[in-house]
């Protein structure tokens, strides 16, 4: 069977329509939601830790659907601005129609490909994209990432959190580890729910290997800077990387 297009990438929100089902998802914490705000929380606290003025913290949010995710995570934060991008209107409907991201809320309707090309250089101190980017096959992540250097403030931060397959593991082999933990985890969902999900994974859903997602950002650091060990957070499925500007 020939690899789905990512092209499809209109359709690929479609799973998300349902924001009951995701909201499910996210409440049940299978896809480790409440261990990724934390992640969030300690980033967004340490930039603005090292802030000699009064903390302020810019935060784009890429692919941010209700802002539920950024929401809790940067619920202690000072954030002067907020900008989330998604292609889902009903999601940044919901989104706008809720407190608890500052009082600087803006959203963008469109592809975050697209849409980031349009923003201010260094305008931004925190850029955060959660399972959003495995949207995207390898050659668009390459460029997205280059244009999120692009917006990152000196000593900004990129994190990027999002499922990750294993060394040497393939798309497939990852597909097939994650339909049989959603089969045998996501119990209380309905199957027919569970098979919705899984289809949506098979056809829209580009993981990389941890190694790639973390060499492909250093690749291009303009002084050469290596991240070092960026990972806050690992499992078998779902990864958080510290990614510094620079
Ligand atoms: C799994 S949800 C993640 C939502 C939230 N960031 C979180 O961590 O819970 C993926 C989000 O990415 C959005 N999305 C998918 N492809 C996109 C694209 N090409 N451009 C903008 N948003 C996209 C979907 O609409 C959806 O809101």
């Known amino acids: 069977m020939p690899e789905p297009q990512s092209f499809e990438i ?3 929100v479609e799973i998300f329509h349902s924001w009951d089902l995701y909201d499910n998802i ?6 480790m939601h409440r261990q990724m705000a934390s992640v969030i929380q300690k980033v967004a606290l340490e930039i603005t830790g090292t802030q000699s003025t009064t903390p302020k ?13 950024a929401r809790n995570g940067l619920k202690d934060c000072p954030v002067e601005k907020y900008v989330g991008v998604d292609l889902s209107q009903e999601a940044l409907r919901n989104l706008a129609a809720c ?21 201010p250089i260094e305008a931004f101190d925190l850029v955060l994209a959660s399972y959003s980017l495995h949207h995207f096959e390898s050659a668009q992540k390459k460029s997205i990432l280059n244009q999120i250097r692009r917006l990152l403030s000196p000593n900004g931060v990129f994190l990027w959190i999002d499922i990750a397959r294993l060394d040497r593991e393939d798309r497939s082999g990852f597909i097939a580890r994650i339909e049989q933990d959603i089969q045998s985890r996501w119990i209380p969902m309905p199957s027919e729910h569970r098979h919705d999900a899984i ?17 492909t950002w250093d690749s291009n650091s303009r002084n050469h800077r290596s991240s070092g060990n960026p990972i806050e957070y690992r499992d078998a499925f779902y990864i958080a990387l510290r990614l510094a500007a620079g």
Not at 26 to 31: A, E, G, K, Q, T
Not at 99 to 119: F, K, R
């Open 26 to 31: 996210v409440r049940n914490n299978w896809m």
């Open 10 to 12: 209109f359709q690929s």
């Open 199 to 215: 289809e949506h994974i098979r056809n829209y859903d580009f993981p990389e290997q941890e190694s790639w997602m973390i060499d």
């Open 99 to 119: 407190q608890g991201l500052g009082s600087n809320v803006q959203v963008l309707h469109g592809d975050i490909a697209t849409s980031i090309e349009e923003l």
């Open 57 to 69: 913290l810019r935060v784009l949010d890429l692919g941010c659907g209700d802002g539920a995710m």
